[in-house]
Each structure stands twice: as structure tokens, then as C-alpha cells.
């Protein structure tokens, strides 16, 4: 098992280079201006669909059925492929009726109702706030697998609840490199350059994940089988 110190101390660094290429992105802009640079940043920022979450989803759902996990990639992939005049057209209206945000979105094609919007607004942080619990509880679990903290009922401190530091970090990640002031034009260079950093991570883990599963558990069942 990792020691808590290193594991804490890897943490904080990785979380520490996400906010200085969040901040050099921010300041230099440095794939906005580069034609050759933009589709590759925004490419590899389209992976925020993958979550933490999806690390355990889908691996455990390709162990457990097989290509029965690929349908929630290719929903998506066949989206950008194919319905590429379908989000022109959502640009369009947003940028006409300075949408920011679903709520927005849908009032705006029902004559801008104000309890529509509520009522949208409602929908959405009630179907979110679940899936945002399981993304902070896929985090928790990771570094009790890897520290071999086991969790018991109400022991321990809640100061010492993986899940809450995690959630303060990208709180504070959020406010100085989120949405700063409501406006549909307003650009996020910083926190795109970040995403499509730590997708690149995400990426090379589940490349090593699959070596893994292919080269050793592969080799481990092919014994079983010859013992058999």
C-alpha cells in the first residue's frame, strides 16, 4: 500500500500542476492562437464526459459484459460525427439569446417563462447533485484502495474525509477558473487547457490499465486454463 504522506503529497502536486496550467492558460493563451494547437486541446477537453466515476464503470462493466459499456461512448462520438449541424444551431440560438445555461436554453424557446426556467433549473441540480455524490465517493475509494484505509460506519474524523478535501479543492478550482461573470461570450482558455491536460492523464491510464488487463491477468488466466 502507498504510505498516506506520498500519497497526499502526489495529490496535492497533481492538483497544484492543474492550477498553474489553468492560470498559464488563463494569461498566455496559449492554444487559442494556434489553429494547429485548438482542435487537439478541444478534443482531448470533450473527455470531461469521462469522470472519475467512469474509470470503475467502465472497466467493471467490460469485465463483468463484455462491449456491452461501449453504447455510452458511442452515443456521444456519434453526435460529434454525425450532428454537427444540430450543435452549429444550438450555438446559434445561445449566442442570439445569450443563453449560459440549460434552464436559459429552454425558457428561451417558450417565451423566456420564468417558472419554466425554475422549474428546468430544479430538474437539473436534483438529477446532478447523485452523479456529482458518486464522482467525490469514486475519489474516496481510490485512495482508501491505495492508502488501505478501510471505512466503517461514523469512524474517524470528518476531518479526515478524502471526499471533503477533494471537493474544497475543486470548489476553489471552480471559483478562480470557472464562470466568472454570466455572459455566453465569455471564454475559459485556463480551465479548457486544464481539462484537456488531465484528460490526457486519464487517457494514459486507461492505456496502462489495458496493458495490464492484457499482458498480465491475460498471462494469469491462460495458466488457470492450462492447469485445468
Known amino acids: 500500500m502507498i504510505p498516506g504522506w506520498l500519497l497526499l503529497a502526489v495529490s496535492l502536486g497533481y ?14 493563451r496559449l492554444y487559442p492562437d494556434r489553429p494547429g494547437l485548438r482542435p487537439v486541446v478541444y478534443s482531448l477537453a470533450l473527455a470531461v464526459y469521462c469522470s472519475s466515476w467512469t474509470f470503475y464503470g467502465a472497466v467493471g462493466s467490460a469485465a ?15 453526435l460529434f460525427l454525425f450532428g454537427l449541424p444540430f450543435l452549429e444551431r444550438l450555438v446559434r440560438v445561445a449566442k442570439q439569446h445569450n443563453v449560459t445555461s440549460i434552464a436559459d436554453l429552454v425558457a428561451s424557446r417558450f417565451g423566456k417563462s420564468n417558472r419554466l426556467a425554475v422549474a428546468i433549473t430544479v430538474i437539473a441540480l436534483t438529477a446532478a447533485v447523485p452523479y456529482v ?8 475509494m481510490s485512495l482508501d484502495v491505495l492508502t488501505g484505509a478501510m471505512r466503517g460506519g461514523l469512524a474517524g474524523s470528518w476531518l479526515s474525509d478524502s471526499a471533503l478535501w477533494v471537493a474544497a479543492v475543486m470548489a476553489l478550482f471552480a471559483m478562480l477558473f470557472g464562470t466568472r461573470a454570466i455572459d455566453a461570450a465569455e471564454n475559459h482558455p485556463g480551465l479548457v487547457l486544464a481539462v484537456a491536460a488531465e484528460s490526457l492523464v486519464k487517457l ?6 489495458g496493458v495490464f488487463a492484457l499482458l498480465a491477468l491475460g498471462d494469469a488466466a491462460a495458466v488457470r486454463e492450462g492447469v485445468r
Open 15 to 28: 492538483a497544484a500542476l492543474l492550477f498553474a496550467i489553468a492560470w498559464i492558460g488563463d494569461r498566455s
Open 204 to 209: 494514459l491510464a486507461f492505456v496502462a490499465v
Open 64 to 78: 463483468r459484459d463484455g462491449p456491452s459499456f461501449l453504447p455510452i461512448y458511442l452515443g456521444p462520438a456519434l
Open 133 to 140: 455524490a458518486l464522482q467525490l465517493k469514486a475519489v474516496a
